[in-house]
């Protein structure tokens, strides 16, 4: 795919920067981070259903959602939407419930690029390296690529 996904966890550093470039406007990328509803058909790795328990994407809003694989395994996630500028930044808190104590604040911009593109690009650090590189171990690379890829299919549609 010409819009891969990037992901850079340096060494012994306690955070994640990732980049992906979208064939679609900042409004359309923006909205389907915004809508639940959205958020849900694409979240995740391929093959999990998200269950949205909450998902209030403004300033001072919380979330939280349950991923499904196809066993039946369960994987709660939830957080804090710390800042959130239309068409152009959010901030928030991560936490994933499988590995409580550990939450990382991430933010994310989005930049129009011109003709219709996006940019979407992120920064999560973690309180430790130790829960840095439990994240990056538990597949969430993956589940970033497939999840955009599917993203992608959404707001191009």
């Known amino acids: 795919m010409s819009n891969a996904l990037k992901v850079t966890a340096p060494e012994g550093l306690p955070f ?3 980049e992906r470039e979208f064939d679609a406007p900042v409004s359309a990328v923006f909205a389907a981070h915004r809508d639940p509803a959205l958020v849900a058909k694409w979240m995740g790795p391929d093959g999990y259903e998200a ?3 909450e998902w209030d994407f403004r300033s001072g809003g919380n979330w939280s959602y349950v991923h499904r694989d ?4 369960e994987y709660g996630f939830r957080g804090v939407f710390h800042t959130v500028r239309e068409n152009e930044f959010a901030i ?3 936490e994933f419930l499988g590995y ?3 939450v990382s604040i991430e933010s994310m911009r989005f930049e129009d690029l011109g003709g219709g593109r996006t940019r979407l690009s992120g920064h999560a650090v973690y309180p430790t390296l ?3 590189d439990g994240m990056v171990a538990s597949g969430m690379e993956t589940g970033m690529r497939e ?3 599917r993203l992608e ?3 191009t549609a």
């Open 100 to 102: 409580p104590d550990a």
């Open 70 to 73: 196809p066993e039946g395994n």
């Open 130 to 132: 130790e829960a840095r």
């Open 51 to 53: 269950d949205m328990t």
């Open 16 to 18: 994640v920067d990732f």
């Open 153 to 155: 299919a959404l707001v």
């Open 92 to 94: 928030q808190t991560f």
């Open 147 to 149: 999840g955009y890829d």
